[in-house]
T-cell receptor, first 108, second 113 residues
Framework: SQQGEEDPQALSIQEGENATMNCSYK?????LQWYRQNSGRGLVHLIL?????REKHSGRLRVTLDTSKKSSSLLITASRAADTASYFC????????FGQGTRLTINP | DGGITQSPKYLFRKEGQNVTLSCEQN?????MYWYRQDPGQGLRLIYY???????QKGDIAEGYSVSREKKESFPLTVTSAQKNPTAFYLC????????????FGEGSRLTVL
């Protein structure tokens, strides 16, 4: 399976700190996407990185992609309490396949 | 505003009953998807449709059925053949092709009593 696997499964940090989440996958991909899900809500697309890109930024988000290691990381800088959510990576080949997510808790 | 709407948000069903979840989008997207999410888990693809009047099975299609008679609508029926239907169901849409991001609805939580 090409399913992404996030690490850690859960992360708890203090407000203002940076949060890093990792995603590993098994097969070649066209792109990798990160999504956010607040409890009991739908997913919201955060950022897409193509297989020929190595790094991408969007506001306080920084995503890296290492296709040789089949891994990606999502960095949220200067975290806020409102960043508390689950974060999912999704890898795209023929279909978009989601990992199991990282539950991020930002403590005020 | 453009978006994707799922209804109902909460639904209770007795065992042996079929139930249909609604998904409507006004984004003019060609592709639509149904995912199932269990507690603490990722999303698993049930069915998807790349174009009107066509749809394909995803990874866990058994016990589910769909139709795509209109571009904006992609209802999901959870049949009595689905052995463990209690879950959170998410509908999504995308422009199409193999690169686009997905836009999600707010989900429907189905509980079988």
């Amino acid at each position: 399976s090409q399913q992404g696997e996030e690490d850690p499964q859960a992360l708890s940090i203090q407000e203002g700190e940076n949060a890093t989440m990792n995603c590993s996958y098994k097969t070649s991909i066209n792109n990798l996407q990160w999504y956010r899900q607040n409890s009991g809500r739908g997913l919201v697309h955060l950022i897409l990185i193509r297989s020929n890109e190595r790094e991408k930024h969007s506001g306080r988000l920084r995503v890296t992609l290492d296709t040789s290691k089949k891994s990606s990381s999502l960095l949220i800088t200067a975290s806020r309490a409102a960043d508390t959510a689950s974060y999912f990576c999704a890898t795209r080949a023929q279909k978009l396949v989601f990992g199991q997510g990282t539950r991020l808790t930002i403590n005020p | 505003d453009g978006g994707i709407t799922q209804s109902p948000k909460y639904l209770f069903r007795k065992e042996g009953q079929n139930v249909t979840l609604s998904c409507e989008q006004n984004l003019n997207h060609d592709a639509m998807y149904w995912y199932r999410q269990d507690p603490g888990q990722g999303l698993r693809l049930i069915y998807y449709s790349q174009i009107v009047n066509d749809f394909q099975k995803g990874d866990i299609a058994e016990g589910y059925s769909v139709s795509r008679e209109k571009k904006e609508s992609f209802p999901l029926t959870v049949t009595s053949a689905q052995k463990n239907p209690t879950a959170f169901y998410l509908c999504a849409s995308s422009i199409g092709g193999d690169t686009g991001e997905l836009f999600f609805g707010e989900g429907s939580r189905l509980t079988v009593l």
